[in-house]
């Protein structure tokens, strides 16, 4: 079989299992007229490409393809393990706040819209990448005019203490009954 038709197939596959319901393996082979046996050898080379494809049974026995939907909350672990980084859970709050921020853009609700998915992810590509850019320099005023203006930093760091005081708080069991009080600063 020559290469492009292999890729052809391929794509069409992903398209198949990325349905909100899925597909079973008999029936993407049926529509992809492909026997199962190069079905499942499709799905292989899609999940070593680095497609996160996973299978379940459907209510009638066979086994369904489907496209597994990483939150935000998977992203930082999927993207350590396949790239060997140490991103923690604190740097997913980047992810959040592209997403936020793409999310109210009319060009990208319009985009959304209009087109499916493979063709939403080509138009706003560009828009992500602007939207990191402009996220990255925000992030670095914050910290520059935290750092050096102490009216904004004594608005700011109450708030932020208090939120990290009462997150650990909640995290540990009872600290909301005999803790101590948090010291004050003199």
């Given at each position: 079989m020559p290469r492009g038709d292999q890729l052809a197939r391929q794509w069409r596959l992903i398209q198949l299992i990325d349905r909100p319901q899925g597909i079973t393996v008999d029936d993407a082979a049926r529509?992809?007229?492909?026997?199962?046996?190069?079905l499942w050898r499709d799905l292989g080379v899609l999940q070593q490409a680095g497609f996160p494809v996973y299978t379940e049974r459907a209510a009638d026995g066979n086994r369904k393809a489907k496209d597994e939907k990483a939150p935000l909350s998977e992203i930082i672990e999927v993207l350590n393990e396949r790239f060997g980084t140490q991103f923690s859970e604190e740097d997913r709050l980047f992810f959040?706040?592209?997403?936020?921020?793409?999310?109210?853009s009319e060009q990208v609700i319009q985009t959304a819209m209009a087109n499916p998915l493979d063709k939403f992810e080509l138009g706003i590509r560009k828009h992500i990448e602007s939207?990191?850019?402009?996220?990255?320099?925000?992030?670095?005023?914050?910290?520059?005019?935290?750092?050096a203006d102490q009216e904004f930093?004594?608005?700011?760091?109450?708030?932020?203490?208090?939120?990290?005081f009462e997150a650990v708080r909640s995290k540990m069991p009872g600290a909301a009954e005999g803790g101590q009080e948090p010291a004050s600063e003199g």
């Open positions: 529509e992809l007229a492909c026997t199962v046996r190069t959040q706040q592209i997403k936020e921020k793409a999310c109210k939207l990191m850019i402009e996220r990255m320099g925000g992030n670095d005023k914050i910290v520059t005019r935290y750092m930093q004594g608005s700011a760091f109450p708030i932020l203490a208090r939120e990290i």
